[in-house]
C-alpha cells in the first residue's frame, strides 16, 4: 500500500510540474490576448463615447434651429 502511495506521489508530481510548464508556456500568449481584448474594448469605449457626444450634439443643434423659428 505503501509503494502504491509513494506511486501516485511521484505521479501527480510528475503532473504538476508538466501543468506548471503549460502555464508558463501559455501565460504571455494568454496576457497578449487580454492585452488586445482590453485595447478593443478601450476603442469601442470611446468611439461610443465620440458618437453620444455627437447625438448631443446634434439634438442641441436642432433643438436651437426649432427654438428660432
Request: glycine letters at 6%; hydrophobic letters at 80%; zero cysteines.
Amino acid at each position: 500500500m505503501l509503494v502504491f502511495f509513494i506511486l501516485l506521489l511521484i505521479l501527480a508530481a510528475v503532473f504538476g510540474v508538466i501543468s506548471v510548464g503549460v502555464t508558463a508556456v501559455l501565460l504571455p500568449i494568454l496576457l497578449l490576448i487580454l492585452a488586445i481584448g482590453l485595447i478593443f474594448s478601450l476603442i469601442n469605449l470611446l468611439w461610443h463615447g465620440i458618437v453620444i457626444i455627437l447625438i448631443v450634439v446634434a439634438a442641441l443643434a436642432i433643438y436651437d434651429w426649432l427654438k428660432k423659428r
